[in-house]
């Protein structure tokens, strides 16, 4: 609700998440030695006063950290945060064209352009009131048994869920994808949902902490129902907690959701009412419109259980003032003036620490984002993205993947007929570039100039019946889930398939008119990162074509940790103050992925020169550029409490440490001249290779 404009990031689905990705800064090029090729490397931000044997993090980077000043907003700031400040920048400027352009109607510009605008028409929306939300009110209020208040939840499925969200403002959220054992058809992937708060344990911890947020949480609903006119607000507020709390209850815990065998829970239409009683589900799954949908799997039993008992259980009344206040909730963004300031005191200021309410053309952005996320994507594409720097972009994929290959071949720790199901799933992999072959197709989704409530409704409506029609249809491994202005990628381990948006193919990251070996140092290193995860402890539990059975022996899981170890006691060995040194174990799946990364992008930026010797571009050999691309990714200015803050949280090292992998590639000692008695020298022997 409160996010940036565009979401950033690397999201593994299904299930794990992990941190924001790390890039390179700054957008400016540098002329090469040679004619117009640019080249990634800033040597402007080297400082060749230092060793590079001694300290490559410094040698690369020391010019940068000298000057760059973190904003006084955030703990830190490097390549991440300036990329997607820059590419939000350009989105808003898009975005603003298409609104002041007055496109033809049904084009793609006049839906961005008319959606935006409306969303940005405060008089408007303020002089609607509530109007708006009459019609849903009054359908609210005809509940009066089990089956018109199913009917009433069916009807209002959330089907924007993904295998990503945790929880959603409806009971139940509702994601199409591939089975976790039939790779063939898509699904009804049922999650729980239901909760205002962001997690289970917030509703369930007695700490006093935690009461005091239930307090402001409860003041917070009593408010919003004030707003709306609905009388005896304080006392349903205390009732409408009290049902959360119990529909809490009956959810999954955190350690649960967040292992998938425990989600795969193939139920039959017929197991509802077995299983689930209490609410009327064929009220409920008609009014979805899924009469008909035989095949489920229920992610977290206890949920739908819990929650159907509750409809049963609880009175009509509480029901039906909990669905107005998530009602009004749901639409706070384009109702008035006065519940918009309510939403933010609460969900912005309280639960997200946010000093101010972001701008409302900030908003309008992230709104617009949100409901079209491809048609602004098609015009981000057009622009910044063009076919040229696609067909660049999957060259260099094609590399990765040949050097990936040979890698299996070769390693010693797999068994021989884990090597096949590695190699068959690396064939099967589908990887995205900048933005899909096909985009959606908008043109039953109507949007009304000066009709933001109408708008946000329509797009849910049409986002909902174009994700219940994939349950018709064979699944699509190609679909895009990630936007093309998003600065980021996503990992869709089901199906086996992974996406690289053109907002994160950028430079310095990925210049398409840029020279081989920064860019695979860069983004390639980057993308490899990403690939090996589909085959190390994150992905072996999904097969090639992204069924859910894990294709490792005991005896390679064993191998790998025991190649592993060296790589632990590397990372321990960094301490960047007297007091906290590196834990290796908690980094190790990230690092072995960093190293995978650089080999993998190192053998296909060999395989690219096909050959040829590498040019010498500004001073710098291939070799040499390859390697500073790299550390020239991690670079990251924090200060101390952040540095602390990472290392006890994050799964990956800081920057200077991920950049230091290259202490294990023996072609790093040749390009920089490394020797023995150098800082960062390892022996041949202490060198880690796992993939
Ligand atoms: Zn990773």
């Known amino acids: 609700m409160f996010g940036t404009a565009v979401r950033g990031g690397i999201r593994m689905a299904v299930f794990r998440r992990i941190a924001p990705v790390v890039i390179v800064a700054s957008t400016a090029l540098l002329g090469g030695g040679m004619a117009a090729i640019a080249q990634n490397v800033k040597t402007q931000d080297m400082d060749r006063s230092v060793k590079p044997g001694d300290d490559f993090y410094r040698y690369a980077n020391r010019s940068w950290l000298k000057t760059v000043a973190v904003p006084a907003s955030r703990p830190n700031y490097g390549t991440s945060a300036m ?29 961005v352009g008319d959606y935006y605008a409306s969303f940005l028409d405060e008089k408007d929306i303020e002089a609607k009131g509530f109007a708006p939300l009459a019609d849903e009110l009054i359908a609210s209020s005809t509940i009066t048994n089990r089956a018109t208040l199913s009917a009433y939840l069916g009807g209002t499925l959330n089907s924007e869920a993904d295998g990503l969200t945790a929880n959603g403002d409806h009971i139940f959220g509702v994601w199409a994808n591939q089975g976790f054992e039939d790779a063939e058809h898509c699904i009804f992937h ?11 344990d917030d509703y369930l911890d007695p700490s006093a902490k935690m009461a005091g947020l239930r307090a402001q949480y409860q003041a917070h609903i009593a408010a919003m129902l004030k707003l709306a006119g609905i009388a005896d607000s304080e006392s349903k507020a205390a009732a409408i907690l009290a049902l959360e709390i119990r529909i809490a209850q009956a959810h999954a815990p955190d350690a649960d959701a967040a292992d998938v065998f425990k989600q795969n829970n193939p139920w039959k239409r017929a197991d509802f009412e077995v299983k689930a009683p209490g609410m009327d589900w064929n009220s409920y799954f008609t009014a979805a419109g899924i009469a008909k949908q035989e095949a489920f799997i229920v992610w977290q039993p206890s949920a739908v259980t819990g929650t159907a008992a509750l409809v049963g259980s609880e009175s009509i009344e509480s029901w039906k003032d909990y669905l107005r206040f998530h009602l009004i909730e749901h639409y706070a963004s384009v109702l008035p003036k006065a519940v918009r ?29 949100g409901a079209l996320g491809q048609a602004v994507g098609q015009l981000y594409a057009e622009r910044y993205f063009p076919p040229e720097a696609k067909v660049r972009a999957q060259a260099m994929v094609n590399d990765l993947i040949t050097a ?12 021989p007929s884990t090597k096949e199901k590695a190699l068959a799933k690396l064939a ?40 219940l029609a994939k349950l018709r249809q064979a699944a699509d491994p190609d679909e895009w889930r990630i936007d093309a202005q998003s600065v980021g990628a996503i990992i869709m381990f089901s199906p086996n398939a992974e996406f690289f948006s053109a907002g994160i193919l950028q430079p310095p990251y990925f210049d398409y008119q840029g020279d081989d070996a920064s860019n695979y140092g860069s983004a390639g290193a980057g993308m490899a990162h990403e690939i090996s995860h589909s085959f190390d402890e994150l992905g072996n539990i999904y097969d090639a074509r992204g069924r859910l059975g894990n294709w490792w022996t005991d005896d390679d899981l064993a191998n790998y940790h025991a190649a592993a170890a060296k790589l632990v006691a590397q990372f321990e060995g960094y301490c960047p103050f007297a007091d906290v040194c590196v834990n290796g174990k908690r980094v190790l799946n990230e690092n072995i992925a960093d190293l995978a990364g650089l080999l993998v992008a190192h053998d296909a930026y060999v395989l690219s020169l096909k050959g040829k010797p590498d040019a010498v571009i500004g001073g710098l050999s291939g070799e040499e550029r390859f390697f500073l691309a790299f550390a020239q990714r991690w670079r990251k200015a924090q200060d101390e409490a952040a540095l602390r803050r990472q290392i006890t949280t994050d799964t990956h090292p800081p920057g200077e440490y991920r950049s230091d992998t290259v202490r294990n590639v023996e072609a790093w000692y040749k390009a920089f001249e490394v020797a023995p008695g150098d800082k960062l020298y390892l022996k041949p022997e202490d060198r880690v290779a796992i993939w």
């Open 428 to 467: 099967a992999l589908r990887i995205g570039v900048g933005y899909p072959d096909r985009w959606i197709d908008y043109s039953t989704f109507d949007v009304e100039p000066g009709d933001a409530f109408g708008n946000m409704r329509r797009a849910e409506a049409f986002n909902r019946s174009r994700n």
């Open 404 to 415: 990936y290959r040979s890698r299996i071949v070769s390693l010693t720790w797999m068994s």
């Open 83 to 111: 990329l997607i400040e820059k590419t939000s920048e350009r989105v808003r400027s898009l975005i603003r064209e298409a609104a002041a352009g007055h496109a033809g109607k049904g084009t793609a510009a006049q839906k």
């Open 190 to 200: 049922l999650l729980q949902g239901g909760l205002g708060l962001p997690a289970r």
């Open 341 to 369: 300031a309510e939403e933010f005191a609460f969900h912005g200021a309280i639960l997200s620490g946010m000093p101010s309410a972001p701008d409302r053309s900030q908003e309008a952005v992230a709104a617009t984002n």
